[in-house]
């Protein structure tokens, strides 16, 4: 217990000191709060007006920008709607100025109260103007513009704004006019800034000031462009230093101003300081076409009546404050003594109790350090004893900690191997992983069903496992493939039984691996090397086995067969003019057409390009017969081909050359029978195209002497 005596008031003080001494510290208090309580209303009313300036300017960005966005619209609008005057176009192309302005000028005035459009230009081909509607008088000089210089480059409409060297700021849009393929000139339709900032100030009720950029501005075109200006206009043309852009935050740039008070009225402001700039509430950058800027607005909004109403508020809280304060105070004034009276009596009490308290306390202090000695000798003994059984028990929990490291891992290792693995000892199942479990259960039958390598061995109909094991046991491994009978699949499976000699006791760990992706790959690699990937039709390779596996047939069953060299006509137009993924699906559907005019037992291979063979067996007992039956299937893919490709939006019609040679003949190779049939195509298409040609001896003698005759051309 404390020994210390509480603070009181003394007996001999003046009750009306007393009551100063109450009294003070909560009045302080109370001033100090309601000081702090105004600090902080002043710093939620500079937050609202923050956050009111950053929703306002979002708001303004918001609106500049979509006066600029809709009015560009609008321009390209009223250009389309233009382009399609062929009145006006004729005389553009014609170079008729007059009756070219005839046009113009009442589409200028009709649009300048509709849209509030001030700008109409034609401009030719090569870029130079060739008529004005607002300046009629002026033409045939090459204005040198960035939106003009983007249409003529891309070919297309082109919208923007631009500052010229006479201060002149206009959002223009250029556009092409064309006439069929033909280029006739340019069409440009301009807004100035003035009617942009005031329908945004109409939209939004503000006063807004455009400041330009005055480095921008020529003097001596900017005096040209009224003769009435003089040097002293210029002077009287305020400047002002602005903070730059974001690019360059530490320097400081030039820029002239003036204020858009409404429809066409346009006045000069006098001279801004630094101060009235800071007070503007919105300052939204303005960008030309490049994304240069070249000024920006300033937007006024007045939040003094937002200051005022929160003033007025902290005002009347203030004042009723002041009444409670004045309130209370008169009230402790009244009640004051009693209370003094009431402190006086518990002063004497409370003196009597801390007295007596103090006995009480040297008492209890002897009694708790007896019980402190005590209990700090019985401490030392369960220390020793808590001691001896911490180092029990963490030597207990190490020993378990690495046997269950050690089966963890095993079973890790065991359990994580996405190959089945089974554990055998003397053809009995021990022990199986997930794998395993996963794929018997496949099989629609439970593992621990399973008592032997021969019940699974059983269902997968292989032989007994007695074979195997033996093996493995003289060998150490034994390896085999075989076909696992899964859930709605057959799969190829890589079995490794390995020979483990534990204990004097034969263990053996079966691993199973499914190979079904190698397979596929192998089978792909064969398919790819025997077939054409474009047309799926087997390739020159495996042609030549089916026509070497064709001759030797005809020759046992002393039968005739035709070959058939197709290739199509002007192929190659196809592929410059319309591109090779045309040709490449044009190729498709002749091959799918080719294949329906076969018979089961013929073959229909690609070469490369666009020639197919045909091998046609046993089509006939002599060389007449045969010729028929080739003849007919020949004109059987004519009438076939003939019939329009529609590809896409393309439709096309292509004829076949075709070139047929019989066999087999007297000690002809395959290789002959392939030229005999190239040598007919060849005279097919010699012959005009689009036709068929069987092989004649004269056309292999004409093939022999072209090539002795290209050999002795290039010497």
């Not at 560009?72 to 007059?98: F, G, M, V, W, Y």
């Not at 890790?412 to 992983?433: E, H, K, P, Q, W």
């Not at 054409?532 to 069953?557: G, H, I, K, S, V």
């Amino acid at each position: 217990m404390s020994n210390v005596v509480p603070n009181v008031v003394p007996m001999n003080q003046n009750p009306a000191q007393v009551r100063v001494q109450l009294i003070t510290p909560v009045l302080i208090i109370t001033v100090l709060m309601l000081i702090a309580w105004t600090l902080t209303q002043w710093k939620i009313l500079g937050e609202v007006i923050g956050e009111e300036r950053s929703r306002f300017t979002s708001l303004m960005v918001q609106e500049w920008q979509t006066v600029v966005s809709n009015k560009s619209n609008t321009q390209e609008n009223l250009l389309h709607q233009i382009s399609k005057n062929n009145d006006l176009r004729d005389h553009l192309a014609s170079r008729d100025r007059a009756a070219t302005l005839d046009i113009m000028q009442p589409l200028l005035n009709y649009y300048r109260k509709t849209s509030g459009i001030s700008l109409f230009y034609l401009h030719t081909p090569e870029g130079v103007n060739f008529a004005r509607a607002h300046q009629p008088e002026l033409y045939g000089d090459r204005i040198p513009r960035e939106t003009l210089r983007r249409a003529m480059a891309s070919g297309q409409a082109v919208s923007g704004i631009e500052i010229s060297q006479q201060g002149n700021t206009t959002l223009r849009t250029v556009q092409p006019w064309f006439r069929g393929d033909e280029l006739v000139g340019y069409l440009e339709m301009g807004t100035r800034m003035q009617s942009l900032v005031s329908m945004v100030r109409r939209h939004q009720h503000v006063d807004i000031t455009l400041i330009l950029n005055k480095s921008l501005i020529n003097k001596e075109k900017w005096l040209q462009q009224n003769p009435q200006r003089s040097e002293s206009s210029w002077n009287q043309f305020h400047t002002y230093l602005v903070e730059a852009t974001t690019r360059n935050p530490d320097s400081l740039r030039l820029a002239a101003y003036f204020d858009i008070r409404g429809p066409g009225k346009t006045s000069w402001l006098p001279q801004l300081d630094s101060a009235a700039l800071s007070k503007v509430r919105s300052r939204i950058t303005v960008y030309d076409i490049s994304n240069e800027p070249i000024g920006f607005l300033l937007v006024d909004k007045d939040f003094s009546w937002l200051v005022e109403e929160f003033s007025g508020v902290i005002r009347n809280i203030l004042s009723l404050f002041a009444v409670l304060i004045a309130i209370t105070c008169f009230i402790y004034a009244y009640f004051a003594k009693r209370v003094n009276d009431q402190f006086s009596f518990q002063y004497r009490a409370l003196h009597s109790e801390i007295e007596s308290r103090k006995v009480a306390e040297h008492t209890l202090k002897e009694h708790q350090k007896n019980l402190e000695e005590e209990v700090a000798k019985r401490t030392r003994e369960l220390n020793l004893a808590n001691r001896q059984l911490k180092e029990d028990i963490e030597l207990r929990e190490t020993t378990e900690r690495q046997l269950a490291e050690s089966t963890q891992k095993y079973r890790a290792l065991f359990n994580g191997s996405t190959d089945m693995i089974l554990v055998l000892r003397d053809n009995r199942i021990m022990d199986a992983n997930v794998a395993a479990h996963s794929a018997l259960e496949f099989g629609h039958f439970k593992t621990n069903s399973l008592t032997s390598l021969d019940d699974i061995l059983k269902y997968q109909g292989q032989s007994t496992a007695t074979q195997w094991l033996r093996h493995a046991r003289e060998e150490g491994v034994f390896r085999a493939e075989m076909d696992f009978h899964g859930r709605e699949q057959i799969f190829p499976v890589d079995v490794m039984i390995t020979y483990i000699n534990e204990d004097e006791s034969d263990l053996f760990l079966l691993a199973c691996r499914d190979i079904s992706e190698r397979k596929a790959a192998q089978a792909k690699v064969e398919y790819q090397a025997l077939y054409d990937p474009l047309t799926d039709l087997p390739n020159r390779r495996l042609f030549m086995e089916e026509l070497q596996r064709a001759t030797q047939l005809c020759r046992r069953q002393n039968n005739k067969g035709a070959i058939l060299f197709i290739d199509l006509d002007h192929f190659k137009n196809i592929n410059d003019t319309l591109g090779h993924s045309i040709g490449d699906e044009l190729l498709e559907v002749v091959a799918r057409r080719l294949k329906s005019c076969m018979r089961a037992e013929d073959t229909v291979a690609r070469f490369g390009g666009d020639e197919f063979v045909v091998i046609l067996p046993c089509c006939g007992d002599d060389n007449d017969e045969a010729a028929q039956s080739a003849l007919a299937t020949a004109h059987k893919i004519r009438e076939t081909l003939a019939e329009t490709f529609e590809l896409g939006e393309h439709q096309l019609h292509v004829t076949p050359s075709v070139g047929i040679a019989i066999f087999p003949k007297l000690n002809e190779t395959t290789e002959d029978i392939l030229k005999q049939a190239d040598a007919a195509l060849y005279g097919a298409k010699g012959d005009g195209r689009n036709t068929v040609r069987f092989f004649e001896p004269r056309m292999q003698k004409a093939n022999e002497e072209r090539l002795i005759l290209e050999k002795e051309l290039r010497k």
